[in-house]
């Protein structure tokens, strides 16, 4: 990401249009480490993560049908499948799944300005057991594509935050996501991952967060890494080996292409269909430990998953702040070009909690809270520090046992030098004192089952300080214009998973 003057205008330009980064499939394929994990069959976080730990098992047994148990084709007459074309492919070792995420949000008060809009994304999943299908043993295969459409982007067009709003949000188009094979090693204990994929389905990930429209890659690696990093909308090509020591243990290395579209202002528009393949940029480095606790649905415990991980990028970093004569981008005298660092990286910390388990719950029912730390260096990031936690009822309300409710929120520092730089710049147009110091958003939301596989959520998101109080360009007259006011989403989405 470019910094100094670029912070204020075409950096503002850029990391809007970036697109929200959202996603998320969940999990393993082979279900091993977050199998049991996912919030339910409730919200569409939810539902994907459900979704990618019941693929593998539904192309290897036909005992389901190769019919996932969240899916509302379980309520339609011959589970929704007619003409007998998912039992075939599951006695084949093959299945597929689609879910359509579609919602209306509409800022009422602040932001860039007030307005609505509606987006939607339709999601495909295929998977496949190559040792049933053709005998080549531990091999499985993965494939999955957005059709994404869009009326406008509640970020890039009417508040300009930071953190994200809506985890779904993106350009139109139509793209493929991730494409990979996975090979099984020493009888289940490893397993190695490589092709097109994107790093959020697995890193980072805090399962309690699920539910929450918000919940996604976090933003501290969105809006400083090229184009987003490997990420929702995006995948890049990479590897991933996976060492399952236990059933408590995991430790994840992710070696993945560091610029998933190419040096560009708007990285969705230059890579738009997902198969730009790039291999040649700088490399993005993952690490991550997981130990889990009373995840089986008979354990009686309160459940626990604690993640601890860190990131290294290998490119090279534009200074937040100064130019390569060292003065402030924001200086008349300053040659506009950023002064350069070698690298960046991260550390993270990921703790999911459950409070209160009912008699007889698993670890996805009564009540649980989560939360997320990122650091990473203030000379050359936009943020600095990232912290975002939430709590969330599952399974309380009388007579609706899939119902979830709670809050979340999400706080964003702005880096050191980034804050800096504001001051700079502010000072320099006359827009009286910077407020950039960082972004807090908060989100209440309810998810309702309508009938199982299909739900409905109504919420309500604040944003303090949306794009961490930053001076900003307007794109088309050039003028300096003080930052956007704090800002009040209402949003409504529907979620059918099939």
């Not at 976080?45 to 990618?52: F, I, L, T, Y």
């Not at 005998?135 to 935050?161: C, D, E, K, M, W």
């Not at 990930?205 to 429209?213: G, R």
């Not at 090509?237 to 202002?265: E, H, M, T, V």
Request: with cysteine; glycine share 14%.
């Amino acid at each position: 990401m470019s910094a100094g003057a670029a912070l204020a205008g075409t950096k503002d330009m850029a990391l809007m249009a970036k697109g929200e980064a959202a996603r998320r499939l969940a999990g393993a394929v082979l279900g091993a480490c977050l199998a049991g994990a996912a919030l339910g069959p409730t919200g569409a976080k939810a539902q994907e993560a459900a979704a990618q730990q019941e693929v593998y098992d539904n192309a290897t047994s036909t005992r389901n049908g190769g019919v996932a148990a969240s899916s509302i084709a379980n309520t339609l007459p011959r589970r929704g499948d007619p003409y007998g074309i998912r039992q075939t492919l599951a006695r084949h070792g093959f299945s597929f799944d689609v879910i359509y995420t579609g919602e209306v949000l509409g800022n009422v008060k602040g932001g860039l300005r007030r307005g609505s809009l509606y987006g939607g994304k339709l999601e495909a999943n295929f998977a496949g057991d190559l040792e049933k299908a053709l005998g080549l043993p531990g091999l499985s295969f993965y494939v999955n594509a957005f059709q994404i459409h869009q009326t406008r982007g509640i970020n890039r067009n009417l508040v300009g935050n930071l953190n994200t709003i809506s985890a779904i949000e993106a350009l139109p188009s139509t793209r493929l996501s991730e494409a990979w094979l996975e090979q099984r090693l020493f009888g289940g204990l490893a397993s190695i991952r490589f092709g097109q994929l994107a790093a959020d389905t697995e890193f980072t990930i805090a399962n309690y967060s699920l539910p929450f429209m918000s919940s996604d890659w976090p933003g501290i690696m969105a809006d400083n890494l090229p184009g987003g990093g490997a990420a929702y909308p995006f995948a890049t090509p990479g590897i991933r080996l996976r060492i399952d020591p236990d059933k408590q243990s995991s430790l994840l290395f992710g070696l993945y292409n560091g610029d998933p579209a190419g040096p560009s202002s708007n990285p969705e528009t230059r890579n738009r269909t997902g198969t730009n393949f790039r291999m040649k940029d700088p490399a993005l480095l993952l690490a991550e430990y997981q130990y889990r606790t009373n995840q089986g649905d008979k354990d009686t415990g309160l459940a626990r998953i604690v993640r601890l991980g860190g990131w290294s990028h290998l490119g090279r970093f534009d200074s937040q702040r100064f130019d390569v004569n060292g003065l402030s981008l924001a200086s008349p005298g300053s040659v506009g070009i950023a002064a350069r660092y070698r690298g960046d990286a991260g550390l993270y910390g990921i703790i999911d909690q459950q409070l209160y388990r009912p008699e007889g719950g698993s670890p996805n029912d009564g009540i649980a809270m989560f939360t997320r730390l990122f650091v990473s260096p203030n000379d050359r990031n936009l943020i600095g520090l990232f912290w975002d936690a939430g709590i969330l009822a599952s399974g309380l309300v009388p007579g609706r046992p899939n119902d979830q409710f709670g809050v979340t929120f999400l706080y964003a520092k702005l880096g050191r030098d980034a804050a800096a730089y504001d001051r700079d710049f502010v000072a320099q147009n006359g827009l009286g004192r910077s407020k950039a110091s960082g972004e807090l958003s908060v989100e209440f939301s309810y998810v309702a089952e309508i009938r199982h596989g299909w739900t409905i959520q109504p919420s309500i998101t604040h944003v303090v300080r949306p794009g961490g109080g930053r001076a900003r360009i307007e794109p088309t007259t050039g003028l300096a214009l003080p930052p956007p006011k704090d800002a009040t989403v209402l949003g409504l989405r529907t979620t059918i998973f099939y």
